[in-house]
């Protein structure tokens, strides 16, 4: 095959240059808007440079102005709580689900991991009434236990374990089992420490789906001060709870929706598109 010549490389990245221009110019507006007053985001939507340069919406958004009828801190400390607990629970949780699939022996076994997949093909919007009902016959509804309990576990995080933990080679944790460790000793000081790709990836996957999580919340809480900055961003958009366009405000909101997720996955985007082979071949 013959190399490509200069001009269909300059002709490529062309192209790719220009898909990333489309790509990153609402995000670009979505910045610049943040930092506009309301009649310049109304009157220059489109515009790259805010003129005048106005911080009043960020300051609405860390309350600085005094104005407590948009919450914003508490949707984020709200938010911040139940993405740390969920996160770090399916990430515990997850892996002794994946491992238990992958190595322990016991009866209904295979039938197990097949409700595990069937239960995967669900659509979840399909379980939000059961969610709802669940959490209000346990006397939970409208409370932080509600937002965090039904997600501490999720399907597709065992599964992702599950198949890792299948890479390891048994070998590995008879070893460990001579040396007199027990089941969870294997697990948790053995197999665990080799499961680094995955686990990042599992990180990045539960961080993102707990953060961005909108009809769970929606079905189990309903009093302002639960809302999340997802949920509360959703109000906000509506004109639930202000009047006016509000450009500049709304656009800040969903921008400090943006960032931890960004930049969660830009910090660790090589472990995410790694093999989970590749901790089972260095064991």
Known sequence: MRAPTGWRIVLGYAVLLLFSVIYLYPFLIQIATSFKT??????????LIPSPFDLSAWRRIFGLTGDASVPIVRWLSNSV?????????RVF??????????????????????????????????????????VTYLGIYDTYAAMILPLLVDLAGVFIMKQFFDSVPVSVEEAARIDGAS??????????????PA???????????????????????????????VTGLAS??????????????????????????AILFFTFQRYFVRGGTEGASKG
Do not use: C
Request: hydrophobic residues 55%.
């Open 38 to 47: 309301d009649a310049a985001a109304t009157d220059n939507s489109l515009s």
């Open 81 to 89: 709580l139940v993405t740390v607990v969920v996160t770090a629970a």
């Open 93 to 134: 949780f997850d892996s002794l689900a994946g491992y238990a699939l992958s190595r322990l022996q016991f009866r209904g076994r295979t039938f197990l991991f097949a409700a595990v997949l069937a239960v995967m093909s669900v659509p979840g919007v399909a379980l939000l009434i059961p969610k709802f009902l669940m």
């Open 183 to 196: 089941v969870f000793r294997t697990f948790w000081s053995v197999v665990l420490p080799m499961a680094r």
């Open 199 to 229: 686990l990042i990836t599992l990180t990045i996957l539960s961080f993102q789906g707990s953060w961005n999580e909108f009809t769970h919340f929606l079905v189990t809480t309903q009093s302002p001060e639960h809302k999340t900055l």
């Open 236 to 261: 906000l958009a509506s004109g639930e709870l202000s009047a006016g366009s509000q450009f500049p405000l709304k656009l800040g909101a969903a921008l400090l929706t943006t960032i931890p997720v």
